[in-house]
Nanobody
């Protein structure tokens, strides 16, 4: 059983910070992409930040300069540091990973999501 478990969401005032974590577990041989998406009420899910297996990272223009994605390959964990949060960052944040399992199957897995609410 392969799964992604997210943590770190919550409520914060505008200008505050949160750090999300997403840990992968199971029969994993290697992980290619580990990315963060978000979905606000009434909107489509959007890519917020991406990290590849070769340590390349990128963030969406809407969060550039405020959000940072990082990865601990030894722990199969990806982080999203969110600073200077704005009310428009309010959404459910999802982790997504593309993995090669020990069975040689390639899977695309989603986490359960974690709520981030930015409000005064």
């Amino acid at each position: 059983q392969v799964q992604l478990v997210e943590s770190g969401g919550g409520s914060v005032q505008p200008g505050g910070s949160l750090r999300l974590s997403c840990a992968a577990s199971g029969s994993i041989f290697s992980i290619n992409n580990m990315d963060w998406y978000r979905q606000a009420p009434g909107k489509e899910r959007e890519l917020v930040a991406a990290s590849t297996g070769r340590s390349s990272t990128a963030v969406a223009d809407s969060v550039k300069g405020r959000f940072t994605i990082s990865r601990d390959s030894a722990k199969n964990t990806v982080y999203l540091q969110m600073n200077s949060l704005k009310p428009e960052d309010t959404a459910v944040y999802y982790c997504n990973a593309v993995m090669l399992l020990t069975s040689r199957a390639i899977v695309n897995i989603w986490g359960q999501g974690t709520q981030v609410t930015v409000s005064s």
